[in-house]
C-alpha cells in the first residue's frame, strides 16, 4: 500500500480558552520530504499549535489530520509514539546519574527513566542510534557532565528510538552560546539529508536557525498564520517586520538568514 504523501493536514482548527481566541482557524498542510520552520513572537501561538497537534490541547474547532490519524478517531496516545519531541522543557527532567545510553532506550516507550534493565536488541538499536546522532563516544556519560549541545543531541537520539516520522524541534537552541547553537545547527543539516529522516519541524524565535535543509516556513502572529509556502518566498523583511511588529532588515547568504531590527516595537502598521 503507497503511503499518502501528506504528513499534517490541519484544517481550520480553532482554539479558545475562557473567551479568548488562541488560535485563528490555521490551515495548514505539510507534504512527506517538507522540513518546515515556524516562526512568531512570544505569545504568537506556537505552543498551543504544537500542543494540539499532538493532541495535548483539545481544539474548539477545526480538523487535524497526522500521518492519515483524525483527531477524535484515532488514538492519540498512538499517534504520539509516531511524533518526537525535543524542547528544553524535556531537557530538564533527565536525571543526572542517567548514561546516555540509558536516556536513548527510554525514547521507545517515551518514558523519563528505565524501571528495568534495558534489552540486549533495545541497546544495540541505542547504540546505532547514537553513531547516527554522532555521539558513540557518549554512551556511559552521566546527563549531569553533558554539554547542552550534547544534551540535545542525545535528546533528538531519544526521540529517534521510536522511529517517529516527524520530529518536533521546539526551540532547541534556548540555552545554547553561540559555538555549541553552530555546532548543534550543523548537526541538524546533516540529520535532515539522511535517507529516510523524519520529517522536521523547527519552533524558533530566530532566523539564524534556519538552515538550508528547511525548505518551507510558516509565519505567525497574534494566534493567526501570516504567511506559509517555501521559505524563499516567506522570508522576507516585509513579512518579518509584521510577524515581529518591528522595522527588520533580512539578509541571506550561502542559504542561512541573519536579520537586524531598524526601528522600535510598535512602529510597524
Known sequence: MKRSRTILNVQQLRIE?????????????????????????????????????????????????????????????????????????????????EPALNTVISGKRAVIDLWKPASTVDRRAALRILKTIECEHLAKRPWAVLSQGERQRILIGRAMMARPQVLILDEPCAGLDPAAREHFLQFIERLARQRNAPCLMLVTHH????????????????????????????????????????????????????????????KVM
Open 17 to 97: 480558552r475562557g473567551g479568548t481566541v488562541i488560535l485563528h482557524d490555521i490551515t495548514w498542510r505539510i507534504q512527506r520530504g517538507e522540513h518546515w520552520a515556524v516562526l512568531g513572537a512570544n505569545g504568537s501561538g506556537k505552543t498551543s499549535l504544537l500542543s494540539a497537534i499532538t493532541g495535548y490541547l483539545m481544539p474548539t474547532a477545526g480538523d487535524i489530520e497526522l500521518l492519515g490519524n483524525e483527531y477524535g478517531q484515532a488514538d492519540w496516545r498512538d499517534v504520539r509514539c509516531l511524533v518526537g519531541i525535543v524542547s528544553s522543557a524535556l531537557r530538564q527532567q533527565m536525571a543526572d546519574t
Open 207 to 266: 532566523v539564524e536557525e534556519i538552515t538550508p535543509a528547511f525548505s518551507h516556513a510558516l509565519l505567525l502572529h497574534e494566534g493567526r498564520i501570516l504567511k506559509q509556502g517555501r521559505r524563499e518566498d516567506v522570508l522576507t523583511s516585509a513579512s518579518l517586520s509584521r510577524t515581529f511588529g518591528s522595522k527588520i532588515k533580512l539578509t541571506h547568504q550561502a542559504g542561512r538568514y541573519a536579520l537586524r531590527v531598524t526601528a522600535r516595537p510598535g
